[in-house]
């Protein structure tokens, strides 16, 4: 069965940080990404990495304070989320697709989500 499953979320204070995980089963995935949905928000992406990790994208609105990164030996992909802000509030949900993009529509396979609360 294929399947991404996130983990990590939780409610933090602005300044803080978490580390979100995407443990990932079923088959080898190539690219992966991180997006999030805020209330009454589009989902958006907030970064992408290559299967080797040698490409990455990010976000404007994160650049400076995440970073993605996978381990393929685990089969599990990070998002290391520092400095936290309130607009950083949102359902955050990793997906697979075959080469990085910033595209939520090139994505194949999703989990489903995880809740990131940032209290001021």
């Known amino acids: 069965q294929v399947q991404l499953v996130e983990s990590g979320g939780g409610l933090v204070q602005v300044g803080g940080s978490l580390r979100l995980s995407c443990a990932a089963s079923g088959r080898t995935f190539n690219a992966m990404g991180w997006f999030r949905q805020a209330p009454g928000k589009e989902r958006e992406f907030v970064a992408g990495?290559?299967?080797?990790?040698?490409?990455?994208y990010y976000a404007d609105s994160v650049k400076g304070r995440f970073t993605i990164s996978r381990d393929n030996a685990k089969n599990t992909l990070y998002l290391q989320m520092n400095r936290l802000k309130p607009d950083d509030t949102a359902v955050y949900y990793c997906?697979?697709?075959?080469?990085?993009?910033?595209?939520?529509?090139?994505?194949?396979?999703w989990g489903q989500g995880t809740q990131v609360t940032v209290s001021s």
């Open positions: 990495i290559s299967r080797g990790g040698t490409t990455k």
């Open positions: 997906a697979a697709t075959q080469s990085v993009s910033v595209r939520q529509n090139n994505y194949d396979t």
